[in-house]
């Protein structure tokens, strides 16, 4: 076949791609996407079936029969799962903005810089090659199409060189056109999904050609090949010599791949729109596998039957089928077909590459830069969004370049199948560390890097060591004797372990020590506290969605405009604008005040308020989306001018608890109010009850002390006016008695309203300067008789020179009556009793103390007997004499002079009863002091000390 | 007939005063306890006919007397009467739980006392 019309129809058809993803990218722009749905969705993951699904499979099943089935088993077994796995991965990420593999295993380990690029190393070696499996099949095909000389300088390799080079400009175009690596690329998901249904058509028309057409169905085929005995071996599993860890081995590997291969990371996780598109692509996906699978056999039957006698490679029955029988334009379709599997691979492949080798090969190390001046920040922030962009753009071409190159130097030799297995083993040394990272909290970067670390190292001894056995690189003693002669270092058979396909034997030691040292590091040291936060994150993606923004990882007191800058530098003014309104509507109370007529909060004014830390956090989310969670971090904290700090860890500990400790703190916090609110109704209303019950109390002990002489005055009134015929004598007895107790009951009238006039705040004082001891003497003067009458020794101590009270003296004389009186009723009447009135200043006050050896008070009573009528507690027994309320009358009085008053006192011992009366500080103002404060009562004194001093020196000059 | 015997038990000199004159001026036999102490004493030297008990007192109170009193079987024919300041209900319901035959409420009327003191006696009015 002409190369013109091949090379014709391959530009041709990428033409048509470009047409593809230019519309979708319109339509997109237009809010009417192609892409948003599971259809496209469960198509774009048929990146899954490249070049070696294509050719391969066929090639494959020629050798070894059922075998080439593994790897779409392990898919199609696992696609029930992914509504747990695969939903769980795709929600974390666009919480996380994570647009890798590298980014994902990056960001759940505590946010490793080192990580990431250590993903991106094995994702590189490891996927290169497969790349170069894609250019191979091109070159390959080309081949085979035009019959022309597979060399390098040959028609072949040239249109496989200009076909990678189309390829990087699509990529490029269409790929890679923002910073932002989270934005969708609708384009390139058309197109990805059109050439799935292409390598479909492609190979169904192929399969029914030759199942139909060249066979008589089925039926023929599989009859034909029977009577062949070394076809007939291929029918059964063991025929084939597949053993059953081969099996296990490629159910695992391919199960891995579907998940964690970067291109199927980037069409499944990335561009997902919505997650519930997961549920149809769930059984879409599995089928388009089946669909694609049914003519394998039937192919690979009809070339080995057909063109046995040509010696060519079963890789190629795809295409020499048709061309051999003549059907040149079918080979021609069919050759587009593979053309399809192969650019769409090498397409999202190198995406998904480039953005990880951008982001975690070469920011880290720029980000790392300082900026040279503050001043220079924001145009060093725009020059880095400049470089991801550009470093991105040439990632894309030194990929395409290494892949080209590898094919160039290496691949030529490889058999297709192969290199993709190695790939897939490659890629699955991620399973612990993102499995472990899905579910169990207590993996650490410890763990992961050094598992990785070392499952890569020994995929590499195991897996790519020996293909690079050969003239001119390593010699062949290294597979047979081993590594530097010792036996248990040999790639095929590590530690002497024997009896295994290399596949098996690779993957079972690099996922021995991988796990081994992933599990055993995670569990020998704790994570950190940014380990324990992300692991929080990530595992519990589901329970807690938004939790995670509203805790604040980052501490300081950053500018907000430096803030601003950085996000205007990689974001652009538009984009930026948009996030912190996005960011506004959602934390309202996060962003500084807009200023005057401004609708839109804070976006241009240069007020230097500090940034919340909410969106600090929200814009490492953002960056995160252009160069991945280390570099967004590094950034961050650079502008933040701290780390996230110890904070962060008591965080990331208590926030399993806290929301439920809030909850249960605000119903706490309730609850308590209530039962405050109900306590304190309580409280009042059992105040009000005692109050009430008080009133009744004193209102009756008021009635029955008048009772008393009212009884006497109406018994002998009576008997007066019964007896008329009384002697005078008596008669004069009884009329006198009556005068006293019609006095005594005017006594205690007044008294009464007197306590009343003090309980209600009317009672005034009348202040003037009294001499205190001119009082005492008046005051033992008034109880002079009573003291006679008792035989009772006087003692007197009042220094002469005592300063002058500022007092109402009736009132006081009133207290020392009252408090002389009750001593002298305390005393025994036997002659023994002693009295002593004593009186001594202080720094500012006045003591008073009256002291008798009478009956004495019990402790308990103390407290007790200023209350008026104290023994109305005491229903029916009561104090000798006296009305009961002389006490509580003295204490208003002292109190309304700012005093105080209280006993000493015990059983059988005497009473010492204390007044203390303020020598300054006599405010004229009416203070109603009850239970006042004592500590502001000695505040105040201690404050009047030295106008005290100041006055006691005038007065004992005069 | 014997000269009725009576007990006047009161803290108030001037309320003893009265009583002491009124119950002499009719003829009857008077003993005085000016508390608690001394009354439980007099009752126990003398099988009293009435008793004019006083309840607020200092050392022992009247309801303690009487209390003590009705346990005396060889006091049974002893009379009661409460005079006190204490005029609630409640009050004269303990007297009368107390043991007592009257409760008469301060200040009384000295007619109306003779006349139930006369009653009780069982003399005629």
Not at chain 1, 128 to 146: D, E, G, N
Not at chain 1, 159 to 182: C, P
Not at chain 1, 581 to 587: D, I
Not at chain 1, 655 to 678: G, I, M, V, W, Y
Request: glycine share 8%.
């Amino acid at each position: 076949m002409s190369k013109l019309l091949v090379i014709g129809f391959s530009f041709g058809y990428l033409a048509l791609l470009f047409g593809v993803a230019y519309a979708a990218e319109r339509r997109s722009a237009a809010r009417k996407s192609l892409v948003s749905n599971p259809y496209v969705y469960a198509l774009s993951m048929a990146v899954y079936c490249t070049a070696w699904t294509y050719y391969g499979s066929v090639g494959r099943a020629a050798h070894y029969g059922l075998e080439f089935v593994g790897i779409y088993l392990g898919p199609t077994l696992l696609a029930p799962a992914w509504w747990l796995v695969l939903r769980k991965i795709i929600r974390v990420c666009r919480q996380q903005r994570l647009t890798s593999i590298a980014d994902f295993i990056s960001a759940r380990y505590g946010k490793s810089a080192a990580l990431g690029a250590l993903v991106t190393v094995v994702c590189v070696l490891g996927i290169v090659p497969y790349i170069a499996l894609q250019i191979k099949a091109i070159a390959a095909s080309f081949v085979t199409l035009t019959g022309s000389a597979a060399g390098v300088g040959g028609p072949a390799a040239t249109t496989a060189l200009y076909t990678t080079g189309a390829l990087a400009v699509f990529t490029i175009l269409f790929g890679v056109r923002s910073v932002e690596a989270t934005e969708r690329h609708e384009g390139i998901v058309l197109a990805v999904a059109v050439e799935s249904v292409l390598k479909l058509v492609a190979f169904l028309v192929l399969g029914v050609f030759v199942t139909f057409g060249l066979f008589h169905g089925f039926g023929d085929v599989f009859d034909q090949a029977a009577a062949v005995p070394a076809l007939r071996q291929l029918f059964t599993l063991r025929g084939a010599g597949v053993g059953g860890a081969e099996w296990l081995t490629l159910l695992v590997l391919s199960m891995s791949a579907i998940l964690l291969l970067p291109r199927q990371f980037q069409v499944a996780v990335v561009e997902n729109v919505d997650e519930n598109h997961l549920r149809k692509a769930m059984w879409l996906f599995p089928l388009y596998l089946i669909v694609i699978n049914l003519f394998v056999l039937p192919v690979a039957f009809g070339g080995m039957l057909k063109l046995s006698g040509l010696g060519l490679d079963a890789d190629t029955y795809v295409l020499a089928l048709p061309l051999a029988t003549g059907h040149a334009g079918l080979a021609l379709f069919t050759y587009l077909g593979g053309l399809s599997a192969a650019s769409s691979m090498i397409i999202v492949e190198t995406i998904a590459l480039s953005v990880m080798m951008s982001n975690h090969l070469l920011m880290p190390l720029l980000v790392r830069v300082p900026s040279a001046r503050p001043e220079g920040q924001t145009r060093w922030f725009a020059y880095l969004g400049r470089v991801a962009l550009e470093s991105r753009r040439l990632a894309v071409v030194l990929v395409l370049l290494l892949a080209y190159g590898y094919y160039a130097e290496v691949g030529r030799t490889l058999p297709l199948v192969n290199t993709g297995l190695v790939s897939f083993a490659a890629v699955a040394q991620f399973v612990p560390a993102v499995l472990g990272g899905l579910y169990w909290k207590g993996g650490t970067r410890r763990g992961a890097t050094a598992g990785l670390l070392v499952g890569f190292g020994i995929w590499f001894f195991t897996l790519v060591l020996p293909t690079l056995v050969g003239p001119g690189r390593l010699p062949e003693s290294v597979l047979t004797a081993g590594v530097g002669g010792l036996a248990w270092l040999r790639p095929s058979a590590l530690f002497g372990l024997e009896g295994l396909d290399s596949l098996s034997h690779g993957l079972f030691w690099s996922w021995f020590f991988n796990i081994g040292l992933y599990v055993g590091l995670s569990l020998a040291g704790p994570p950190t506290a940014l380990e324990l936060r992300q692991a929080d994150v990530f595992v519990d993606v589901f329970t807690r969605r938004s939790l995670a923004e509203e805790v604040a990882g980052w501490q300081g007191r950053t500018p907000f405009p430096d803030v601003r800058a950085l996000l205007l530098g990689f974001l652009g003014k538009k984009r930026t604008n948009q996030a912190l309104r996005t960011f506004a509507t959602r934390f309202p109370d996060a962003l500084p005040p807009p200023p005057e007529g401004e609708a839109t909060p804070s976006l241009s004014h240069t007020v230097t308020v500090p940034a919340d830390p909410r969106l600090l956090t929200y814009a490492e989310k953002l960056l995160a989306g252009s160069l991945g969670p280390a570099s967004a971090r590094m950034l961050v904290a650079s502008v933040a001018g701290a780390e996230q700090i110890s904070y962060d860890s008591v965080v990331g500990i208590l926030r399993e608890s806290q929301q439920l400790l809030e909850a249960n703190r605000q119903l706490q916090k309730q609850s308590r109010q209530l039962q405050r609110l109900t306590d304190e109704l309580r409280a009042a209303y059992d105040q009000l009850q005692a109050l009430d019950h008080r009133k009744d109390e004193f209102l009756y002990t008021v009635t029955h002390e008048l009772r008393t002489p009212l009884t006497s005055i109406r018994a002998l009134a009576e008997i007066l006016a019964d007896n008329p015929d009384l002697e005078a004598e008596e008669q004069q007895r009884f009329q006198l008695t009556i005068g006293r107790e019609a006095e005594r009951l005017t006594r205690l009238i007044s008294l009464v309203l007197d306590l009343e006039k003090f309980e209600s705040g009317q009672a005034t004082l009348d202040r003037a300067p009294v001499p205190v001891a001119e009082l005492v003497a008046e005051a033992l003067d008034a109880v002079g008789q009573l003291l006679r009458d008792k035989h009772i020794t006087l003692h007197v101590d009042i220094p002469a020179d005592l300063p002058t009270l500022h007092a109402d003296r009736d009132r006081l004389m009133q207290v020392l009556v009252n408090l002389l009186s009750n001593a002298i009723k305390a005393c025994r009447p036997d002659g023994q009793g002693r009295i002593a009135v004593l009186a001594w200043p202080t720094a500012d006050v006045l003591l008073l103390c009256v002291e008798d050896n009478g009956r004495g008070i019990s402790p308990a009573a103390q407290h007790l007997i200023f209350d008026k009528f104290y023994q109305a507690q005491h229903q029916t027994t009561r104090k000798p004499e006296g009305t009961g309320l002389g006490l509580a009358i003295t204490r208003k009085i002292v109190e309304l002079h700012h005093g105080r008053i209280w006993v000493e006192s015990s059983l059988e011992q005497g009473a010492r009863f204390f007044i203390e009366l303020p020598l300054v500080g006599n405010e004229p103002e009416e203070r109603h002091e009850d239970e006042h404060d004592e500590t502001e009562r000695h505040a105040e004194r201690s404050r009047s000390i030295s106008t005290a001093v100041v006055i006691n020196a005038d007065s004992t000059k005069r | 007939m014997k000269t009725p015997h009576i007990l006047i038990v009161d803290d108030e000199p001037n309320i003893v005063m009265s009583l002491e004159f009124l119950m002499r001026k009719n003829g009857f036999q008077v003993g005085i306890a000016r508390n608690g102490t001394e009354a439980l004493a007099a009752i126990d030297q003398t099988p009293y006919d009435l008793i004019l008990l006083d309840i607020m007192m200092p050392d022992v109170d009247g309801l303690q007397v009487c209390r003590q009193l009705r346990q005396r079987p060889d006091r049974a024919g002893t009379k009661v009467i409460f005079l006190s300041a204490k005029s609630r209900e409640a009050d004269m319901q303990k007297g009368y739980e107390a043991g007592a035959d009257l409760y008469i409420p301060k200040p009384f009327s000295t007619r109306q006392l003779m006349e139930k003191v006369r009653e009780l006696l069982g003399l005629a009015a």
